[in-house]
């Protein structure tokens, strides 16, 4: 038997430390042991890898990560409370486990580990997304990330072109990545139980990934195309201040087009059009 299962329920522990969910923290505790070996297990972990967990709280998805062979684990935990009960892994695993006390939103990850990286977490509700973007803009520096958001979010991370969902974010997270939804848990899995169904998504990033600047024009492009996505993108593009019907023309893409019926590559190819219109007319 591994040390870990020696190791008391989750109940109990939350209870002894008083840890109980901070709504202003977005937490959600996921107490099943065996939901948390799955998403261990779904991330595909080596002995190679150092594994980064965001917001572990009583540390259920840890104490998984812990029992894979996993070359280190480190817990970026920003409520106190939840500290002192992961230094009890730590007591199990000094070596493999550094536990950091932290707002993940204000540090940069690929400082404080060695590659490869992989990302596995439970992410706090309130947060996952400006994560999620934040860590896409540097996507070459991660081999994986299996993140676990609400699953009409996972929806639009996932969705095609055409379909109700597909959006900005199903762009953004596209270009960097080939994500899929690998399963869903129901709000009962969770301590307290949110009012929505979750969903875990594994994310590969594309070999190579795609240039800074052309990312930072996706943004730019996607925010303004689906800012007005009912219009077509004659009008809704305005706001890039550029000759949209040239820009537009340029790119291949006729005018009347909306932006959900853009492919992914459509819009890497108004990206980059647009990327060369500024440069055009800054000279």
């Given at each position: 038997m591994?040390?870990?299962?020696?190791l008391p329920p989750l109940r109990e522990v939350i209870v002894k430390y008083g840890l109980q969910a901070k709504k202003t923290l977005g937490q959600n505790f996921l107490l099943d042991l065996n939901l948390t070996q799955k998403i261990a297990q779904a991330a595909g972990?080596?002995?190679?890898?150092?594994?980064?967990e965001i917001?572990?709280?009583?540390?259920?998805?840890?104490?998984?990560?812990?029992?894979?062979?996993?070359?280190k684990v480190v817990a970026i935990e920003i409520?106190?409370?939840?500290?002192?009960?992961?230094?009890?892994?730590?007591?199990?695993?000094?070596?493999?486990?550094?536990?950091?006390?932290?707002?993940?939103?204000?540090?940069n990850v690929t400082d404080i580990t060695?590659?490869?990286?992989?990302?596995i977490a439970n992410l706090p509700y309130n947060v996952a997304t400006p994560l999620l973007i934040q860590w896409l803009k540097q996507a070459d520096t991660f081999s994986s990330m299996t993140l676990m958001f609400q699953k009409e979010v996972a929806e639009r991370i996932t969705a095609q072109p055409g379909s109700k969902d597909y959006g900005?974010?199903?762009?953004?997270?596209?270009?960097?990545?080939?994500?899929?939804?690998?399963?869903?848990?129901?709000?009962?899995?969770?301590?307290?139980?949110?009012?929505?169904?979750?969903?875990?998504?594994h994310f590969v990033p594309h070999t190579p990934t795609i240039p800074p600047k052309l990312y930072q024009s996706l943004e730019l492009v996607t925010k303004f195309a689906f800012g007005q996505r009912r219009k077509m993108l004659r009008s809704s593009l305005k706001g890039l201040n550029v000759d949209v019907p040239e820009l537009l023309e340029k790119a291949g893409i006729e005018s009347t087009q909306r932006a959900e019926e853009l492919?992914?590559?459509?819009?890497?190819?108004?990206?980059?059009?647009?990327?060369?219109?500024?440069?055009?007319?800054?000279?």
């Open positions: 591994h040390p870990i299962d020696c972990v080596t002995d190679q890898d150092t594994v980064i917001g572990p709280g009583p540390g259920g998805l840890t104490r998984a990560l812990l029992k894979t062979n996993a070359r409520d106190e409370r939840a500290i002192h009960i992961l230094e009890q892994l730590k007591d199990i695993d000094p070596r493999r486990l550094d536990i950091l006390q932290a707002d993940a939103l204000t540090i060695s590659a490869p990286r992989k990302i900005r974010l199903s762009i953004m997270c596209q270009a960097q990545t080939v994500c899929k939804r690998v399963f869903d848990l129901p709000p009962s899995a969770f301590t307290p139980s949110p009012k929505v169904t979750s969903s875990v998504v492919s992914l590559q459509a819009f890497l190819r108004l990206a980059q059009t647009f990327q060369g219109f500024k440069t055009e007319h800054s000279l």
